[in-house]
Structure formats: structure tokens, C-alpha cells
């Protein structure tokens, strides 16, 4: 069984992550790990604290010379930003005063956070309500990469749209809709879009919402190539892959709609302009000649891309802060509280979603091929 825990605050010392499952003899490098973790900090219109942070991970467990044992894998992530809150963030008492976030801040887990903990400082929900810890999701999901890649398959995300500015047209999902040079153009880009303009257009639109003090959201799609037929199964509710990576997709804070292949749109249409043809090739192997579901049939693979477009909220702190209350004295107030924070994040949360992706087919994978090293998993792969 795969399977990982993640801890750390967002401005205590460093993030920690525990992941159990992987095979033995898995070749894994820092250096994959680190890009993607560097690839989250980024995309246009991110805040003050990502210039702080430099994210790398430190193996603390379970690899040696460069390949896994089979034993739990400790990585950890420095933050840099600690040393400007070793003591309002110390776990010993400290003497001096340290003054209590009590603005609620509308859309993020200040108020039902302080309410469910009974905290009387928000400050003591922000910690671990932060998307910080997807920092640790990205070094999980980057480990499963590398794990994937054993078996041929591949993860990308670029993002659709960003509040109304995005692709006009449908989009096709099959293989032929993502050449590489896609992916080229995706990397390049500060809002991992592969359309220049629409990159353009996008930038825009975000610096218009920060000139208001104002904050955006938008669409991002994760595409998996690769994956074999079968992983997956309908026999229960929750072994649909479809329900795992809904789940793992609606696990990324501010995740707020999630849809797998044409999704809403095939509620739009009817069956003969949906469903996805089947065709038998002659060299024994299978296509469809559309993908409108998004390579999932029944909960279980069906060979062709897995494609899941996430819509992300906009971000809650604003410059301009909406009305609240204060959780100290009661009273209603006209701004709520503002502290650095980020305009928009699609691009960053794609990244994120990249690697719930990798996560869920990593578990999914070892659920049906499973082996307790890399050599006993590829023979039953090949079988
Ligand atoms: C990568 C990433 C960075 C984020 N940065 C911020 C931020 O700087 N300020 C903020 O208010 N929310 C930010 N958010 C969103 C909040 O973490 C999120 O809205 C909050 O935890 C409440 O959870 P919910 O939106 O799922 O209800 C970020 C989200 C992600 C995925
Ligand atoms: C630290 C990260 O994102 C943070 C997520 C976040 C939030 O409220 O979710 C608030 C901000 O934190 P801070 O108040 O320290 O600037 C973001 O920078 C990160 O993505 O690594």
C-alpha cells in the first residue's frame, strides 16, 4: 500500500513528509524534485513570499546511493521565512507580547478554523491552513514522477483560464491534442499557457485585479499519457479512479469544481456526439477516436490521456479587504485583515495538481502491479 503524511506549519522551521509504499531499488534524484518544487513557486502573480523561499528537499530516510530501500522516505523542505518568526512562531513560551490576528478574513479557514479549534489567534489556523503545505504534496508527487517514469508515464498541467479571459474554443483531448512542443511552450510560459496571447491577455487581466487590490482564479487541465488500461475498478465507490482523483484534485486549497474529460460539457450534448468510439487497430492495440471521457470508463483507465480540468477560486486575502468581524470583540468591521499574499495562483495550483495526479496513479499502479522492488513490479507490469 502507497501511502504519505505531510506536517510542518507555514512559518515554523520546515515542512516534513513521510512516504511509505514505494518499492525497493527505485532510482530516485533530488534534483527532479527540487525543478518541480521551483516550477510551484512560480507563474505570474504570486506574492512577496516566494521570493523568500528557495524550496529544495533533504532525504532524511529511506534512500541510499541514489535509490530507494523500500523503508519509509523522510524528506523535508527548509523555510527560509522561519528566521523572521522563530519567536512568534517558538514551541517554548516565549516572554515578550506577541499580538493576536483577530480579523477574519472572508474565504479562507480564519473563521471556521478558530471556531472548530477554539483558537482565540488565527494565527494558530493560518499556520497549517496554508498552501505552504502543498509544497509537500509537489515533493511527494515528485518522487511518484520518477516512479511513474519507470513505467512510461507522463504528467503535465497547463492552465485554460484565468477569471474570464481563456481558450474560446473546446479543446480536443486526445493524444495528438498535446503535441510536445505543447508542453515546450507550457514551460516557457510565466502563466504555463502555451498560447503567447492568451499569456498575455492573462497577465493583464491579473494586474487589473491587483491595481483594485483585487484577487483571481481561473481553470488549469492535468493530463496523464501513458497509463495502462486497468487501473482503477468499479467494484466499489471508492476504488473508481475517477473518485480518487476527485478527491485528490478537491484536496488543493482553493479547488473549488473539478471535471474529468468533457465533464459539465457532456451534459450539454447528447450520447451520439459524446461517447468515444472504440476501434481495434491491427497491431492488437486500442484507441478511441475521441476522448470526451477523458480516459476513464467505469472508474478504470481505458488507455487513452487522463485528462481532469480543476477550477481554482480566487484568493481570499485581498488588498482591498472585504468587511468582517473582529473574533476578539465581536464587531462587525469594515476591512477585514490584509497581509502579504499572493494575486493568483492557477499556474502554481496546476503544478500541485500534477502531482496529486502523480500521487494517485502511483497508488493505483502499485495496487494492481505491485511488488516489493522495482524488479518484481516491472515483471508483473510485463506479464
Ligand atoms: C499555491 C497556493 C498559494 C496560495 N496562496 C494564498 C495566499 O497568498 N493568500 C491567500 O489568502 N490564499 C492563498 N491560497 C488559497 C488559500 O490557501 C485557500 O483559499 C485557503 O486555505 C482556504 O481553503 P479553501 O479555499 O479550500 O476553502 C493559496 C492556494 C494555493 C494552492
Ligand atoms: C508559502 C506559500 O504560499 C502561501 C500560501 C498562503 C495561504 O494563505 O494559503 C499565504 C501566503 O503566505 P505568507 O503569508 O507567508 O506570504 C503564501 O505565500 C507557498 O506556496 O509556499
Known sequence: MFRFLTAGESHGPCLTM???GLPAGLTVEKDIIDADLRRRQGGYGRGGRMKIE???ISFLSGVRHGKTLGS????QIENRDWVNWEERMSAEP??????AVSRIRPGHADFTGAIKYGHKDVRNVIERSSSRE???RVAVGGLCRQFLGQFGISVHSHVLSVVEVGYEEERAMTPAAYPEEMWEAVEASPMRCADEALTEKMIARILEAKRTGDTCGGVFEV???GAPIGLGSYSQWDRRLSTRLGMAMMSIPSVKAMEIGAGFGATRATGSHVHDVLRHA?????FHLTNNAGGIEGGITNGEPIVVRVGVKPI???AHPLPSVDLASGENIEQSRYERSDVCVVPAAGVVGEAMMNIVLTEALIEKFGGDSMEEMQKHFRA
Open 72 to 75: 519509509p522516505i523522510t524528506l
Open 94 to 99: 516565549v516572554e515578550a507580547e506577541i499580538e
Open 134 to 136: 502543498t509544497a509537500s
Open 223 to 225: 493530463v496523464a499519457f
Open 316 to 318: 481570499p486575502t485581498l
Open 282 to 286: 491491427e497491431d492488437g492495440s486500442w
Open 54 to 56: 528557495k524550496d529544495a
Open 18 to 20: 513521510i512516504v511509505e
